[in-house]
Structure formats: C-alpha cells, structure tokens
C-alpha cells in the first residue's frame, strides 16, 4: 500500500533552517512528483511547492522562492524540503504529497516544526 | 494565482442532514477541483477529484458537481464521521491553492 513517511517533529530557532524528509513506499518513486503543503496551528492548507523526482525540476510557490529548497535523492527514494531563515510564522505542520494528475491522492503523516525565539 | 473562496466558514449540522458546501475560482478552471476532509491531527483524505469523480472508497453520500468556475460539495445523510473540516483545492495550474475551509460541526 502507498505511505509517505516523514521525518520527526523539529524544535528550532528564530533564524535556523529545518529539513524535513519524506519517504514513500508502495510505488515507484519516480513515478509521481511530490508536493509540499503546510499548515499553520488552526488554519487552512497552504501550498508550498513541488519536484518532479526524475528530473529534480522544482517549482515554488512565489511566497517561498528563494527560502524554501526542494530537492531528491533517487537513491534513498527520498524528497526533502528545507526552510531557512525560520521566524514564529513558519510554525506549523509539514505535509508531503503524492501527486496523481493534480490531485494530491496520498499524503504524509505531517511532520510538526516549532520556531521559538 | 487562482483564489479559491469557500463558504460558508463553519457550518452547523445534525446527524442525517444534507450539507452542501462552496467553492468559487476567480477565473475558469473547467472542473479541475478537488475536495479532501480533514479530521483533528491528521493529514487531508482525498474525496472528489475532477469536480465529481468519487476517490474509490469514498461513501456515495458524498458527491460534487460544477463546472467553469462554481463548485459544491454536498454531504447526504450526515454520519458521525463526517464532522470534519473539507477543502477545496484547484488542480488547474500551479500554484495550487485551496479554499479557506469549512469546518461541518454538529448542531
């Protein structure tokens, strides 16, 4: 069965960068490209940006370009999304998902990151 | 971008009521819309793709229609388990944004 496996929940610091990872199983990994999606405590969804894992081309939402950095490893069959410079208003909850035509079919289990100053 | 506005923001319902939820572009997106629930702590659960093509699984209570630029989402026979949070979301063109939410509590 399809499952997207991500890192654990981050502490981290005003200015510092967290990495989060996601694994998936049940399909080949280059089959389908990854987005990322966040959600800040008790609110919507937000839409971050996306690789094609066979290429590694990226795409990103404006609001994220140049801070946010999405990349693959074909041999670990993992995607990672990095956040750098992390204020308060980056803590929230980390999604991967498997993109199927657009639609986001299979999602991970949410990865937490708590910015504290 | 394309704005996804979802209404209403929370909505107040019984057990065995019929719900209907909407999502309006700002510009046409033919029926590239998807809905997911939501439940307290978890991830999205994909329900309709393609504006009204059931996930396989999804109960047949649920259903979508539109087309352009207005979308619904409708709940029959609300089950207890349906109390939950849904979102729309475009899979038109990137960025893919999504509605704000609605969140389906029981009356």
């Known amino acids: 069965q399809v499952q997207l496996m991500q890192s654990g929940a981050e502490v981290k610091r005003s200015g510092a960068s967290v990495k989060v990872s996601c694994k998936p199983s049940g399909y080949t990994f280059t089959g389908y490209a990854i987005h990322w999606v966040r959600q800040a405590p008790g609110q919507g969804l937000e839409w971050m940006g996306w690789?094609?894992?066979?290429?590694?081309?990226?795409k990103y939402s404006q609001k994220f370009q140049g801070r946010v950095t999405i990349t693959r490893d074909i041999s670990a069959s993992t995607a990672y999304m990095e956040v750098e410079s992390l204020t308060s208003e980056d803590t929230a909850v980390y999604y991967c998902?498997?993109?199927?035509?657009?639609?986001?079919?299979?999602w991970g289990q949410g990865t937490l990151v708590t910015v504290s100053s | 971008d394309i704005q996804m506005t979802q209404s209403p923001t929370t909505l107040s319902a019984s057990v065995g009521d019929s719900v209907t939820i909407t999502c309006r572009a700002s510009q046409y997106i033919n029926n590239y819309v998807v809905w997911y629930q939501q439940k307290p702590g978890k991830a999205p659960n994909l329900l309709i793709y393609g504006a009204s093509t059931l996930k396989s699984g999804v109960p047949s209570r649920f259903s979508g229609s539109g087309s352009g630029t207005d979308f619904t989402l409708t709940i029959s026979s609300l089950q207890p388990e349906d109390f939950a949070t849904y979102y729309c979301?475009?899979?038109?063109?990137?960025?893919?944004?999504f509605g704000q939410g609605t969140k389906v509590e029981i009356k």
């Open positions: 998902a498997r993109d199927w035509t657009g639609t986001f079919d299979f």
């Open positions: 979301q475009q899979s038109h063109s990137t960025p893919r944004t």
């Open positions: 690789i094609n894992p066979v290429n590694g081309n990226t």
